[in-house]
């Protein structure tokens, strides 16, 4: 099994930028994708960005393209979410997710794609 961490959630004015960390222990492998999705309270958890262990290809939400960058460095085991021309409508808390399953056919931005969920770190964006 994997355990997921993430960190850089902060308070941050409309129009910042902000990185956000999520360490995979004891390790990533080739077949593992990532993702990161969001939640605010009494709102559905929404994909944010995914990428593919295998391929490095990536999907976005349409609210976010352009924005932000989903990247991962294998060395660390970490997947990093960049995030610029931060909106209010960003606030919410952010949460790492990992696929472990086999199978090749599914929704890459669905929660049910994932296995394994991080605890979250919130992120702020206000004047």
């Known amino acids: 099994q994997i355990q997921l961490v993430e960190s850089g959630g902060a308070s941050v004015q409309p129009g910042g930028s902000l990185s956000l960390s999520c360490v995979a222990s004891?390790?990533?492998?080739?077949?593992?994708?990532l993702a990161w999705f969001r939640q605010a309270p009494g709102e559905e958890r929404e994909g944010v960005a995914s990428?593919?262990?295998?391929?490095?290809?990536?999907q976005y939400a349409d609210s976010v393209k352009g924005r932000f960058t989903i990247l991962q460095d294998n060395a660390k085991n970490t997947v990093y979410l960049q995030m610029t021309s931060l909106k209010p409508e960003d606030t919410d808390m952010y949460y790492c997710a990992a696929r472990e399953f086999g199978g090749s056919s599914y929704d890459a931005l669905s929660q049910s794609a994932y296995n394994y969920w991080g605890q979250g770190t919130q992120v702020t964006v206000s004047s």
């Open positions: 990428i593919s262990g295998l391929s490095g290809r990536t």
């Open positions: 004891p390790s990533m492998s080739r077949n593992t994708r």
